[in-house]
């Protein structure tokens, strides 16, 4: 594999290149060091943002909120985080990952710290949509610092950063609750603020955008316009959408069905949550990997995992005992996130890595449309109805929707230039 490739995908010959190139590889280890932090960033944003739905049961009803309006606080956050994610993607691709990345992070954390604070309906939705906003750039800012630093190894670094999302859901499962029982629900959140705000410094002192320290150049209008335009990058964008509203739907309103519908306690659903994340951990860096052994398996790859999907959401509402849902939990898991991984590396290998982080902040806000819609319409459907299983028929019409877009896909035979 070429260097220039490997690491940026800039297969340029200016001047001085070389030297350049060669005090990076005289460091490789370091691009694990990058990936660790992203991966760290991106782990507490969304552990910030699924905090809520740990708890949306038994803290819905000390706020006075009805059981459809559980999942208006979880919608409030998606609402910002699709505005912000518009914007972040460009200017990610204009003042770098490593700067975009702290902003995300330093406002998330006091905004999460304020949340404890909440007392109605209203300050708790005004205060996560200010946390989705803050949390806007996050995703777009760590998919261009690795794209820059893993290049065609991108399926494999994709894979381990997207574990973050799943990691999160077990550690907010497994330590929210705990928490909220032991001493407050206002105390967890306060905590979760604090540890995120100083991670914020930490990414700031440790990230470098990439390993040749090469200033970016802006986007400019017709690339802009491009991305826009390009037909892939729609297809991935809607795909994602669909995903989503299954991934995001289920983590959002699992806990509160089970511990609603089935009297389960908030801890044992949460342990089931914390099962359904550790099958994601596994499938999402596997199906990274293999994905970079062949990229033409990369389209397959995902409309299997997103059809599998909503077919185990569909045998997951039969279900009704504890047993059934710990057995059913973890592959559901590796399904629910699998695609992702798989997305995102196609996202990047259409746009290209100079437009990489408009392409992950375009696609990622229309991705979140899904993530913004879904809870709200599950609750919806479950306070209309009462019914566990169509609720998740609800669920399971997004990752229909998305793998029957996936066939669509044409195949990029060369990954545009920077």
Not at 77 to 91: D, E, R, S, W
Not at 97 to 111: E, Q, W
Not at 143 to 172: C, D, N, P, Q, R
Not at 194 to 213: K, M, Q, Y
Request: glycine residues 10%.
């Amino acid at each position: 594999m070429e260097t220039s490739t490997k690491l940026s995908g800039s297969a340029t010959s200016t001047p001085g290149l070389k030297t350049k190139m060669s005090a990076a590889d005289a460091l490789p280890a370091y691009r694990w060091v990058v990936l660790f932090v992203t991966w760290t960033a991106f782990l507490l944003s969304y552990v910030d943002r699924v905090a809520w739905s740990t708890v949306a049961a038994p803290v819905g009803h000390s706020l006075g909120l009805s059981v459809s309006m559980l999942g208006a606080f979880i919608t409030a956050f998606y609402i910002g985080y699709v505005a912000a994610n518009l914007v972040g993607g460009f200017l990610t691709d204009t003042f770098g990952g490593r700067l975009m990345l702290t902003f995300a992070l330093v406002p998330l954390g006091i905004a999460t710290f304020f949340f404890s604070y909440t007392h109605s309906l209203t300050s708790g939705i005004a205060i996560q949509l200010a946390m989705g906003v803050a949390a806007g750039a996050d995703y777009s800012a760590g998919v261009k610092i690795l794209t820059a630093w893993f290049g065609k190894e991108k399926g494999k670094a994709m894979g381990i950063y997207t574990t973050a999302t799943s990691l999160a859901v077990v550690i907010a499962n497994a330590t929210v609750p705990l928490m909220s029982q032991q001493y407050s629900w206002e105390t967890a959140f306060r905590i979760l603020g604090g540890i995120t705000l100083c991670w914020a410094l930490v990414s700031f002192l440790l990230l470098r955008d990439n390993p040749l320290r090469v200033p970016y150049v802006a986007i400019t209008r017709t690339e802009i316009r491009s991305l826009i335009k390009n037909k892939n990058l729609i297809f991935l964008a809607l795909a994602g959408l669909g995903g989503l509203w299954g991934t995001v739907g289920y983590g959002a309103w699992s806990n509160a069905l089970m511990t609603k519908h089935y009297g389960i306690s908030p801890i044992v659903a949460g342990s089931i949550a914390a099962w359904f994340g550790v099958g994601a951990v596994l499938a999402k860096p596997t199906l990274g990997w293999i994905s970079d052994l062949n990229e033409r398996l990369r389209n397959p790859m995902s409309i299997a995992c997103l059809a599998g999907f909503a077919m185990l959401l569909l045998v997951f509402g039969q279900c009704s005992t504890t047993a059934q849902f710990y057995l059913l939990a973890p592959i559901l898991g590796a399904f629910a996130f699998g695609y992702t991984p798989l997305l995102m590396a196609e996202i990047t290998h259409t746009s290209g890595n100079k437009s990489a982080g408009a392409a992950a902040g375009l696609t990622n806000a229309v991705w979140q449309l899904g993530s913004a819609m879904s809870p709200l319409m599950v609750g919806l459907v479950y306070g209309q109805t009462k019914s566990f299983s169509l609720a998740l028929v609800t669920l399971a019409v997004g990752p229909i929707f998305a793998a029957v877009l996936l066939l669509f896909l044409r195949p990029v035979k060369n990954m545009p230039s920077i």
